[in-house]
């Protein structure tokens, strides 16, 4: 549960767009050039909610005119949307504004023949990957506890065995009723509910508090995390990100072009597929990615990442440093700022004012944090992700080089770039890498927005991490109910309890 405590709520839109962008393969020019040995393999799965087919379940709260850009970005990420709206939700919001945005018939009337002969509700449920209620007000919670299947909505979820993820939105006093709590609590310990938000903030009743509902970004997070593999459940996972800045004085540094979009997306996927994430974060100008399951600890120097990583490493499964640690810092840092009047160097004199033109900067080396980790480790744990980060085309030479940072480094495999080429690299929304293990088998996975490069790479590397550094008993149980930590979405269930029976 402490992983969860730093939910924040800004919303990476790198990450959503990567969910439809197009990922052009290698270039005959590009591919003629690798060696024979390397695999080049297109990625195929852009999105976790692509092809998944979503009900959403729409409620009669005033939120429900939020259920229009959640249906949106739904469909954006290639998903299969069926919406079932409740009565008073066509109050809110018209039926043709969902059946537009979803492009499909909304369902609304469990017994009007016509609906049940185009898909009857048991169907419905049966063919659902997910299903979200959003919002979901307080009288449908009940409605589900109490196991009711008077409406369309409440029989869809009876009838269905998929995950149920419930986005509650309701004034703040109906929220705090012990009943709500209770008939949530009993919807929770089925382990198919689970819940994400609500927010706290101005509701529309006036009233200021909980029971806002969270931003649909965060609810296609959830649901993002609800049908990912679950593949690293269980797993602690640190992630470093970003640049380090060396500070000169006290207004200046010395930094590097390293964006940490690279490293932020690592740290998504791997939430999404149910680790624990601690994200260790150099000066970025990004937001904590969605969807819970991500402490994010800001450090601004090398020396400042090396403490907060030793302290997490001592526990954790897996390590990856995506950081671009600055190798070298000033010897002493300047009280204040430096002056040119004050630095040695060649003088100049400009009337009475003597002023430097040159200046010497004497650095000295930071340690080497990836190796550090490394030589410390024991039993093989934590299994160690380094980043080679590197400017040349060639292919070849860029295997070269990472596998001669895996040996100095001691670790379980390289994932190395070129961050020279434009549109790729620091600072850019896309990436292209090589996976380098050791015994020198490589897989270059091309040109592709990070986050789809993230999954893809934990594609790779899930099957790799050894059992042994498996910690727990499996999935992550986040503790939070209700409020911001609550957007942190419970961790799924396993599938294992999916299985359609036929129906005789
Ligand atoms: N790294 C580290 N500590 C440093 C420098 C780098 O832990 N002081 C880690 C990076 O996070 C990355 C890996 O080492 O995972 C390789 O970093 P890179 O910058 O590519 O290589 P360097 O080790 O700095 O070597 P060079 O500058 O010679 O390429």
């Not at 990450?15 to 393999?41: D, I, N, Q, Y």
């Not at 409620?59 to 259920?67: H, M, R, S, V």
């Not at 410390?376 to 744990?381: D, E, H, L, Q």
Request: charged share 20%.
């Amino acid at each position: 549960m402490g992983v969860l405590a730093d939910f924040r709520r800004r919303r990476d839109r790198g990450g959503t767009e990567a969910f439809v962008a197009p990922f052009p393969f290698h270039s005959r020019f590009a591919r003629s050039r690798l060696p024979a040995a390397f695999e080049v393999t297109s990625l195929a799965n852009v999105s976790g909610l692509k092809g998944k087919n979503i009900v959403l379940g729409v409620t009669g709260g005033i939120a429900a005119y939020k259920a229009g850009e959640l249906c949106r970005l739904l469909v954006k990420a290639g998903a299969v949307v069926r919406v079932v709206m409740t009565d008073a939700a066509t109050r809110f919001i018209t039926p043709l504004t969902m059946q537009t945005l979803s492009a499909s018939h909304v369902a609304r009337d469990l017994f009007d023949a016509d609906e049940e002969a185009r898909i009857g509700h048991i169907r419905l449920g049966d063919e659902a990957d997910l299903i979200i209620v959003a919002p979901a007000t307080a009288d449908a919670i009940a409605r589900f506890a109490a196991g009711t299947a008077g409406d369309l909505l409440a029989a869809v979820v009876l009838a269905s065995r998929s995950p149920v993820l419930l986005a509650p939105a309701m004034n703040v006093n109906m929220w705090q009723n012990p009943l709500t709590q209770q008939n949530l609590g009993r919807l929770l310990g089925l382990s198919r509910f689970k819940t994400v938000g609500p927010d706290a903030g101005d509701l529309a009743c006036g009233w200021v508090g909980e029971g806002r509902l969270i931003d649909p970004t965060e609810i296609v997070a959830a649901a993002e995390r609800l049908v990912a593999p679950g593949d690293l459940a269980g797993r602690r996972i640190v992630v470093t990100a970003g640049p380090t800045f060396e500070p000169i004085d006290d207004v200046r540094f010395l930094g590097n072009r390293s964006s940490g979009k690279m490293g932020f997306a690592m740290a998504q996927a791997a939430a999404r597929r149910g680790a624990s994430v601690i994200l260790i974060a150099g000066p970025v100008a990004l937001g904590t990615p969605p969807g819970g399951g991500i402490l994010r600890q800001d450090v601004q120097t090398a020396a400042e990442m090396r403490v907060a990583l030793i302290a997490a490493a001592a526990r954790a499964d897996v390590v990856v440093m995506a950081a671009a640690v600055a190798d070298f810092k000033p010897a002493s840092r300047a009280e204040g700022k430096l002056s040119r009047r004050s630095v040695a160097g060649v003088v100049a004199h400009a009337g009475t004012r003597a002023r430097a033109t040159t200046m010497s900067l004497a650095l000295v080396a930071n340690p080497d944090l990836l190796a550090e980790i490394s030589r410390g480790r024991r039993g093989g744990r934590p299994w160690l992700v380094g980043f080679a980060a590197e400017v040349t085309a060639d292919a070849q030479e860029l295997v070269k080089r990472a596998i001669r940072k895996l040996s100095e480094k001691d670790c379980d495999v390289i994932i190395a770039n070129d961050v020279g080429t434009a549109g790729t690299g620091f600072g850019g929304d896309e990436n292209a890498v090589t996976l380098v293990f050791p015994g020198g088998a490589s897989e270059v996975l091309p040109r592709a927005p990070k986050i789809v490069l993230a999954d893809a790479i934990w594609d790779r590397l899930a099957g790799r991490i050894p059992n042994r550094a498996r910690s727990g008993s499996g999935r992550r149980v986040d503790g939070a109910v209700s409020g911001r930590r609550a957007a942190a979405v419970r961790a799924p269930g396993p599938r294992v309890a999916q299985t359609r029976g036929r129906r005789a």
